[in-house]
């Protein structure tokens, strides 16, 4: 049913996009920013993440389809999918729900028939999470050039931090990929999944479709106790054999089998590469999507003078005193406002926020609506470019090295709040620092 016979109807789209946007049991890391919106649609750099997806793959000539997969209600994309459309006129959006946590290659395998509709030869699969140059166009050369099954993207990280994501051995010269690994247990490779793929339709779906023929035999030999939903799908006395099979991901049950043919290859990338997981991690990304856009002289971005240090993004509505001083790596969202003589650095300040005159904000993200007292200092440390941590140990305690107010919450005038996460609708009147406040 699945080999489809290539190049059949020229005239549709040979390469279909899904991004992967999970739901609202995922992004629990992004918290307290997920508590307001929903992970995917958390502006960086002026834009929600999964815009930057969108515009990625819009480079990609032949896709004339996106789909967002996920379990967010389906409410929750409408609005972006409209403004999108209009943006991207070259390709329909649609958002499918799945009606449960799937898991990444079971969400695909759920919606093969939409995947499937107009035989596109060729799948690209984004997660969501993810802050990228998204190579998907050299990715494309790969696939071809070696008549591939898959490719993925890669990219190197510390030998320390390598575990802690799915690792590729791969052969240096071929690019082919011997082996697969999630987060192995000792160190095998600093060649990590960046969590963007492009697949053979032929061949993704019949490789989901044996992994879980396979878990339909032995299904109690695979568990995942990471995931509620995949640890009560197995427990015993489940018998909805069909509703288990489909929870599959990607990354455990189906890469390291495609490892075993001779055609899945890895195109590396020597470009940025962040995760967005923890809610402080949006400022590393916002830092390196506001460099790339400044690279590329984006008109969106302020231009540099003696009170703006590029890159920042100054949303049309947002109001700023002319002798604040922004940048770099700051993004200001619709309708805040900036008072006189304000100190704005490393930082994310979302809609409707107000830092009155002569405050401080660095390393921070200041919440929907929040404000920021005359003279206060919101702050949080520095990470070196090279680290994928958010946290950092500060006398002796593991601590979030972003600040974080989440929405509503007021600091008061000369308050100093430092390396703090701060849930919605607080108000702080005196100095804190290293301290989650509830
Ligand atoms: P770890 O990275 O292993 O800690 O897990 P995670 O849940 O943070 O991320 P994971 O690698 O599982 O997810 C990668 C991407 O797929 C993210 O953008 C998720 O939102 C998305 N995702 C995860 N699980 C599902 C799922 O069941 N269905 C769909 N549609 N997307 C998912």
């Not at 002569?358 to 090279?386: F, K, L, N, Q, Y």
């Not at 929405?407 to 100093?416: F, P």
């Amino acid at each position: 049913m699945l080999q489809l016979p290539l190049r059949e109807h020229p005239n549709q789209s040979s390469t279909k996009a899904v991004i992967l946007v999970g739901g609202p049991s995922r992004g629990t890391r992004f918290r307290p920013l997920s508590l307001d919106v929903p992970k995917p649609l958390f502006e960086v750099a002026g834009h929600p993440i999964i815009h930057h997806c969108l515009k990625a793959i819009a480079k990609v000539n032949d896709v004339r389809e996106v789909i967002l997969v996920g379990y967010y209600d389906e409410t929750v994309f409408r609005d972006f999918i409209k403004d999108a459309a209009k943006e991207f006129p070259q390709f329909r959006i649609q958002y499918l729900r799945e009606y449960t946590a799937l898991g990444t290659a079971g969400g695909l395998y759920h919606f093969r028939d939409a995947i499937l509709k107009g035989k596109p030869e060729r799948l690209l699969v984004l997660n969501a999470d993810v802050c990228c140059s998204f190579p998907l166009v050299e990715m494309l050369r790969l696939f071809e050039e070696k008549d591939a099954e898959a490719v993925i993207l890669g990219t190197r990280v510390g030998n320390d931090a390598a575990t802690n994501f799915g690792c590729i051995v791969s052969d240096s010269h071929t690019k082919r990929v011997l082996h697969y690994v999630e987060k192995p247990e000792s160190h095998i490779s600093n060649l990590i999944n960046c969590g963007v793929y492009l697949f053979a339709t032929e061949c993704i779906f019949p490789a989901i479709r044996s992994a879980i023929k396979r878990r339909t035999t032995r299904p109690r030999l695979l568990s995942y106790p990471s995931s509620d939903n995949l640890e009560s799908s197995f427990v015993a006395g489940d018998d909805d054999e069909s509703e288990r099979s489909e929870v599959l991901r990607l990354e455990q049950d189906i890469l390291s089998d495609l490892a075993d043919s001779n055609r899945f290859f890895v195109h590396e990338t020597k470009d940025f590469w962040r995760q967005i997981k923890s809610a402080g991690s949006a400022v590393p990304a916002n830092a390196l999507y506001l460099q790339k856009a400044f690279q590329a002289q984006s008109e969106e971005l302020m231009p540099p003078s003696a009170t703006i240090v590029p890159p920042v993004f100054i949303h049309p509505t947002a109001t700023v005193d002319p002798t604040a001083k922004l940048g770099p790596n700051v993004s200001i969202g619709a309708r805040v406002v900036v008072g006189a003589g304000a100190r704005i650095k490393d930082s994310i300040v979302l809609e409707d926020s107000e830092i009155r005159h002569d405050a401080c904000v660095m390393h921070s993200i200041i919440g929907w609506s929040s404000r920021v007292g005359a003279w206060a200092r919101v702050e949080g440390t520095p990470i070196p470019i090279s680290s994928h941590s958010t946290s950092i140990i500060k006398q002796g305690v593991k601590v979030q090295s972003i600040t974080i107010l989440g929405k509503e919450c007021g600091v008061g005038d000369e308050v100093r709040v430092q390396n703090c996460v701060c849930l919605p609708y607080k108000e702080l009147k005196r100095d804190v620092a290293n301290e989650v406040i509830m």
